[in-house]
């Protein structure tokens, strides 16, 4: 890498717009014929003039990219009911195969507050019971309204409004799956403008690409954003004094700390699940090697020795081992040490090699990129050993980073000689491209629940 020009200073901006409209833009490719049929009706507004936002326009597009659901395109609504006693013929929205229709209302109150009120109704259960079924309680019969799956009220400002349309769709994928959403979520990734004297961008924005922010920008190359299991901080790595060294930042207040400066490779931050340590990649001590850092005490603990490289580390769901890269077989393959023991046992074996490996939340699979007849793709093995899937049919993935409830994965890729990110399901059914507007973006990290 090349060393910093001298005079040449590091900009940061917390939380600075970096435009009007998202760089990334979400795009599917695949998966949309297998979905599950939703209807989401427009919200009605009960106030006058324009409507302040279209709620379900961002719920709709939550779900889709979800790879579970294909909501009813809007011309293809029977009805526009605000509220379920506004439903008066639950039968011709069954007829549509539609699994659950979403109906809301958004109110005027003072104080430049409104009133958004939803409900997510089971069509062919309130078809059945003609939308009004009774049960005993307290020996007295009453309405009970089964066919109402979820409904909710809450009083949100303008600048909430995003926010409350994704914690909406968090609320429907949960009513419908039994899996925790996970649309109230961020990514960060590089962003690199080579027309800029500063080409290295940190960012960080909504999981969808939305109100994006520049935390750092930098001449030289910065890599391996990782989040702190609270949401608050980012680790990575930069290039910024001519040398690989390893920030902490914390993405409100934009403070930032220096972890490690030693000598040779500081590469590979991954957060333990409590916050508490950080495993990363030295060669300090000659080869590279997996360590683990107290973050309070600032004290190392070696955890490989090997005169191979070893790199790649990332935690287990229970803290108790890493699962990491290394090429002490003679290609690289993914291995898991116990941190207590220090026993490392290797993980995968199929294919050419495979590298970058990440824990599925549930701990029951590992996300690698695989190596197969000289491609790169994303591919999802039941862990700790057992079946391989590839996932990814698209050129020379890396970097995948799995969503807080394990249904998605992003990864980096190439797309028309742009390096650009992309989704896929677990399954891989689903897939997507989220190409920047310019430039290129890599290293995708997404968040925990936030």
């Known amino acids: 890498m090349k060393r910093v020009l001298s005079g040449v200073l590091l900009w940061m901006a917390a939380f ?145 409004f995003r926010q409350y349309a994704h914690r909406i769709s968090d609320v429907v994928y949960e009513s419908l799956t039994g899996e925790r959403g996970a649309f109230l979520t961020r990514i960060a990734y590089i962003y690199i403008d080579w027309d800029s004297e500063t080409p290295y961008h940190l960012m960080v924005s909504d999981y969808d690409g939305y109100n994006e922010r520049v935390l750092l920008r930098s001449p030289e190359p910065l890599m391996s954003p990782t989040w702190s299991p609270d949401g608050n901080r980012l680790a990575y790595v930069s290039f910024e004094n001519g040398r690989p060294e390893i920030f902490m930042q914390d993405i409100y207040t934009t403070q930032r700390e220096k972890l490690t400066s030693f000598p040779g490779i500081n590469s590979s931050p991954s957060w333990s699940p409590d916050g508490r340590r950080m495993a990363m990649v030295l060669s300090k001590d000659g080869a590279p090697d997996i360590y683990v850092m107290d973050i309070q005490s600032r004290r190392l603990t070696k955890v490989t020795d090997h005169w191979r490289i070893d790199t790649e580390p990332s935690w287990t769901p229970d803290g108790k081992s890493l699962v990491f890269t290394s090429e002490r077989g003679g290609r690289a393959q993914v291995y898991k040490v116990d941190l207590d023991s220090k026993r490392v046992s290797r993980v995968t074996f199929e294919g050419e090699s495979n590298l970058g490996g990440a824990v599925t939340p549930d701990g029951k699979g590992i996300v690698v990129v695989h190596r197969a007849n000289g491609q790169f793709h994303i591919a999802r093995q039941d862990f700790p050993r057992g079946n391989v899937q590839v996932l990814t049919q698209t050129s020379l993935d890396e970097s995948p980073s799995i969503a807080p409830n394990g249904s998605m994965i992003i990864y980096s890729t190439t797309y028309r000689d742009r390096q650009v990110l992309a989704l896929v399901s677990m399954d891989g059914r689903f897939r997507a491209r989220l190409p920047s507007r310019e430039g290129e973006v890599k290293a995708p990290a997404w968040s925990p629940f936030l």
């Open 16 to 160: 600075a717009a970096f435009g009007q409209s998202p760089t990334l833009e979400i795009v599917i490719t695949e998966g949309q014929d297998r979905a599950r049929p939703l209807a989401i009706v427009p919200f009605q507004w009960l106030g006058e003039g324009e409507k302040p936002y279209d709620f379900a326009e961002v719920v709709a597009a939550d779900l889709t990219r979800s790879g579970r659901f294909s909501p009813l395109a809007r011309n293809q609504l029977p009805a526009t009911p605000g509220k379920d006693s506004e439903v008066d013929d639950y039968a011709k929205w069954a007829r549509l195969g539609v699994e659950a229709l979403l109906v809301g209302e958004v109110s005027p109150l003072s104080g430049n507050r409104f009133q958004v009120t939803y409900e997510l109704i089971d069509p062919l259960r309130g078809q059945i019971t003609g939308g009004t079924a009774q049960a005993l309680v307290d020996g007295a019969l009453v309405n009970s309204n089964d066919h109402i799956i979820e409904g909710r009220s809450s009083v949100v400002s303008p600048n909430q």
